[in-house]
Structures are given as C-alpha cells and as structure tokens.
C-alpha cells in the first residue's frame, strides 16, 4: 500500500463570487520510504497542495488516500488524530513557542496526545539527540541560531514517531550553508529511520538533493523526476 495515494485532486476556492481553480487535477502516489520534492513557483499552488497532503484542508474534488484511508470519509477529528500521529511538520519559519525550552516545544505534540509528563520529556531529548540537539535541550528559541531553531522543528517533528515529515521551503531562511546541512538531516532521517520525506520548495537546488522530483506548474503537475527509477527499484526488490 502506498503512503500517499492522490487522484485526480482538484482545490478551487471561491472568494465571493469569483471562483479560482487553483489545483486542477493532480495525481501521485508516493511509497514509504521516499524523498520527495515539489516544486513549483509562487503562486503555483504548492501551499495549497501541502494544505491537502497534510491533512489541514480538503479537496474540492477527487481522491485522497493516506495509509490507505480515503480522506473524504473523515471528519475534522479524525483529520486532526491522524495529523498528530502520522504526519510531522516543519515550516520555514520554524514555529516554536518562544518561550519556552527547546526540550518543552518539543515534547508539545506528545502532550496533545496525553503522553506521561515524564515519558514526554525522555522522548523529547531523545528526538533532540538524533538532531545533534541534546546539548541545547534547556534553551530557548531566543538563545539559538536558525539552523538549531530548525534542528528543535524538526526534532518537534519527528518525536511522536510519525509516517511521514512533510516541510514548507525548510530551508528557505537559512543560509545555504546551514540549509544544507537541514538538507543532510532529511536525509539521514530518512535513510536511517526510513521517515517518508515530501519536501515543498520553489528552490531547484533543494530539490535535487531529493530522490525524486515533482514540479507544478498553474495547478497540474507538468514533471516528476526520479519516479521512474524509484518505480524500478521497488519493482526489483520485491
Ligand atoms: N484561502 C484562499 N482563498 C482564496 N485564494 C487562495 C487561498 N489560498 C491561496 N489562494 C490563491 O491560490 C493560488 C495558489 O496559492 P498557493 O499559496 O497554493 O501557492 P504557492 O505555490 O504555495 O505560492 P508561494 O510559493 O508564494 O507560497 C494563489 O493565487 C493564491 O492567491
């Protein structure tokens, strides 16, 4: 079964009268295990695919399948249940509580879901440490440089273990420097934690760090590179 399965999803947004179409058929499907681009320019419709792969809003038309459940049947609660257990997200602008410890923010998705205080925090060092974070555990947001703010998102992420990390231009207020290394940490989460990466970016050079690439262009999917030979080697191995 695919993680991801999309067909045919189409997203128009209505503004009074005016109707926009701004997804206009698109379909993919994406394996556990990947590392995956989409790109597009702005106003291509990326966020608003990202709003849907990402469980934060809904189709106007078409399929969505994620672990193989249709999105269509499910109600704003179960959209929400499996967002805190499947899906970890991180933004460009990192979106951590300011004042609280990076440790705090990132046991946040485990006190969502009820976990012990004290199993909360373990895990939390734990996710920090795979970022090459524990040092920082008890700093503020305030204290650290983008790139640890990001390491803590990430971290943040993947803490309650979930299917899938999906990023909005994660690196897009780093330097490049440092935006590679957040690159290098996808990676690594990715080929030794086999997390499923899908990586939204307008940046070419973000993309082709990812095994595979797909490109939107005015609300269609116009490329997707690397999928060929994804296909083949799932195909050879099983
Ligand atoms: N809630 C909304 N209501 C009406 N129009 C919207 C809404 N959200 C997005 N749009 C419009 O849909 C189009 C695509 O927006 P979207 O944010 O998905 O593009 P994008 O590729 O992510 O762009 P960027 O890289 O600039 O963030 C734009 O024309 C935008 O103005």
Same mark, same amino acid.
């Given at each position: 079964?695919?993680?991801?399965?999309?067909?045919d999803?189409?997203?128009?947004?209505?503004t009074?009268?005016?109707?926009?179409?701004?997804?206009?058929?698109?379909?993919?499907?994406?394996?556990?295990?990947?590392?995956?681009?989409?790109?597009?320019?702005?106003?291509?419709?990326?966020?608003?695919?990202?709003?849907?792969v990402?469980?934060?809003?809904?189709?106007?038309?078409?399929?969505?399948?994620?672990?193989?459940?249709?999105?269509?049947?499910?109600?704003?609660?179960?959209?929400?249940?499996?967002?805190?257990?499947?899906?970890?997200?991180?933004?460009?602008?990192?979106?951590?509580l300011?004042?609280?410890?990076?440790?705090?923010?990132?046991?946040?998705?485990?006190?969502?879901?009820?976990?012990?205080?004290?199993?909360?925090?373990?895990?939390?060092?734990?996710?920090l440490?795979?970022?090459?974070?524990?040092?920082?555990?008890?700093h503020?947001?305030?204290?650290?440089?983008?790139?640890?703010?990001?390491?803590? +998102?990430?971290? !943040?992420?993947? /803490?309650?273990?979930?299917? %899938? =990390?999906?990023? &909005? @231009?994660?690196?897009?207020?780093?330097?490049t420097?440092?935006?590679?290394?957040i690159?290098?940490?996808?990676?690594?989460?990715?080929?030794?934690?086999?997390?499923?990466?899908?990586?939204?970016?307008?940046?070419?050079?973000?993309?082709? +760090?990812?095994? !595979?690439?797909? /490109?939107?262009?005015?609300? %269609? =999917?116009?490329? &997707? @590179?690397?999928?060929?030979?994804?296909?083949?080697?799932?195909?050879?191995?099983?």
């Amino acid at each position: 079964m695919a993680l991801l399965e999309l067909e045919d999803i189409r997203k128009t947004y209505f503004t009074g009268d005016i109707a926009l179409e701004v997804l206009k058929g698109i379909s993919f499907t994406v394996e556990k295990g990947e590392m995956v681009s989409i790109m597009g320019q702005s106003g291509s419709g990326k966020s608003t695919l990202m709003n849907i792969v990402g469980l934060l809003d809904k189709p106007t038309a078409g399929t969505y399948r994620i672990q193989g459940r249709s999105v269509d049947s499910l109600g704003a609660n179960d959209m929400a249940r499996i967002r805190n257990r499947s899906i970890g997200f991180v933004f460009q602008s990192y979106h951590l509580l300011k004042k609280v410890t990076a440790v705090e923010n990132v046991g946040l998705p485990l006190f969502y879901r009820q976990v012990p205080r004290r199993e909360m925090l373990a895990r939390a060092e734990a996710a920090l440490a795979k970022v090459d974070m524990a040092e920082r555990a008890n700093h503020k947001p305030s204290e650290m440089s983008g790139g640890q703010a990001q390491r803590v +998102a990430i971290a !943040r992420a993947i /803490v309650g273990q979930p299917e %899938l =990390l999906l990023a &909005d @231009e994660p690196t897009g207020a780093l330097d490049t420097r440092v935006g590679d290394e957040i690159l290098a940490l996808f990676k690594q989460l990715n080929r030794e934690q086999g997390i499923t990466v899908v990586i939204i970016t307008h940046d070419p050079s973000v993309a082709e +760090a990812c095994d !595979r690439r797909l /490109v939107v262009r005015d609300g %269609l =999917l116009i490329d &997707d @590179e690397g999928e060929f030979r994804h296909r083949t080697a799932v195909a050879a191995a099983g």
